[in-house]
């Protein structure tokens, strides 16, 4: 990895090590409980939540193919085993690992990177939209016997203005992206000139992608999949709560409660590092689960780890299956994607 990495490995560090000086003597764990949680945890449930997992990759693989489309026809069977070897990538070296797939695709269908940089930018475009429709949706519309209800309506029916925020600016941007590009480069270009263009730039781009899509057809198919894509992730957190049996705060998870327990897993996996990221997701979600349900720490601690494997460590021995028959190294493939990211975002 390069410098960058290495400040960041370095800063984690030194954040883990002061966050257990600090907390040493405050925190009481069970570590026989922690293990007695995993060791009753349901494997059927968690079983099928690591098939919805997989079924997302392949879903994503049928998302790219689509948007691929306009510059290039390419069947979704091909572009599974990106999916499959980039995900590994982040799952081992964390996110500076995010443009392997979009590397990897490239190379693999002979398209420049810049190219499915943008079809990377677009596909988390739907991501979020997808994942906050379904979020604000399902806490908007919480039961009122849910513990902290008013907590959970309000943060649903923000999330749900911010989502149709996201959606009128995409939508002026898809029609009129050439003058909102304009209108931002003269505001901030006397504050910043660099920062106007960069701006405007990126507003352009952001056209160009939602340009990609040719036809409403296109654009709901994509929305579609990404949807039921997200209504399958937030379905895996459920059943893998409810796995643990023997916490009912946990194996009585709704749906709707859920939905915090998302929030937190996707906000700790954002900055995700190598190896410590894994540490600190658990933490996040086991957090989270004690704070929202009330659940014990330690279950919730098990219930974080099993979280982390389902959600994200699943994939490894399929990402590391397809990179031997694709002939591909994940450390090597990894260095490469991020100097020709570098290059094609300056």
């Known amino acids: 990895m390069n410098k960058r990495s290495g400040v960041l490995w370095l800063v984690a560090l030194v954040v883990l090590a002061g966050f257990v000086i600090v907390f040493r003597d405050r925190i009481h764990f069970d570590w026989g409980s922690f293990w007695q949680h995993l ?10 939540a690591i098939a919805l997992i997989y079924v997302t990759y392949w879903l ?29 990538a982040v799952a081992l070296f964390g996110r500076l690992a995010d443009l392997t797939r979009p590397y990897i695709v490239a ?13 990377y930018t677009l596909e988390r475009m739907f991501d979020l939209g ?53 209108f931002a480069r003269a505001v901030l270009s006397p504050v910043s000139k660099p920062a106007g263009e960069s701006i405007a730039e990126k507003i352009t781009g952001f056209r160009d992608g939602l340009n990609a899509l040719r036809s409403i057809g296109e654009f ?11 209504g399958m992730i937030a379905t895996a957190y459920v059943q893998t709560a409810h796995a643990f049996v023997r916490t009912p705060e946990l194996a009585n998870l709704s749906f709707s409660s859920a939905m915090l327990l998302m929030a937190a897993s996707i906000g700790g996996s954002l900055l995700q590092l190598p190896i410590v990221g894994w540490f600190t ?14 659940a014990p720490i330690e279950a919730a601690t098990a219930c974080g780890a099993t979280l982390l494997v389902v959600t994200f460590l699943s994939i490894i021995p399929a990402g590391l299956i397809c990179a031997r028959l694709e002939h591909v190294s994940l450390k090597k493939v990894t260095e490469e994607s991020e100097t020709a990211g570098e290059s094609v975002v300056q």
């Not at 997701?281 to 349900?293: G, K, L, R, W």
């Open 39 to 48: 060791k009753h945890a349901s494997p059927g449930h968690i079983v099928v």
């Open 60 to 88: 994503r693989a049928v998302r790219w193919s689509v948007l691929v489309r306009p510059t290039k026809k390419v069947p979704a069977r091909a572009l599974v085993g990106p999916q499959f070897i980039g995900f590994t």
């Open 107 to 119: 190379r693999k269908i002979d398209l420049p990177l810049s190219t499915q940089v943008a079809v």
């Open 130 to 182: 997808a994942a906050a429709l379904i979020f604000s949706s399902a806490l908007a519309f919480a039961p009122k016997n849910l513990p902290h209800h008013e907590v959970f309506v309000k943060a649903g029916l923000g999330s749900l203005a911010v989502t149709l925020a996201i959606a009128v600016f995409a939508l002026t941007v898809r029609v009129a992206g050439g003058a909102v590009a304009r």
């Open 220 to 230: 709901a198919v994509v929305a579609m999949i990404s949807l039921g894509m997200w």
């Open 281 to 294: 997701q658990i933490a996040v979600t086991a957090a989270a689960m004690h704070a929202f349900y009330g």
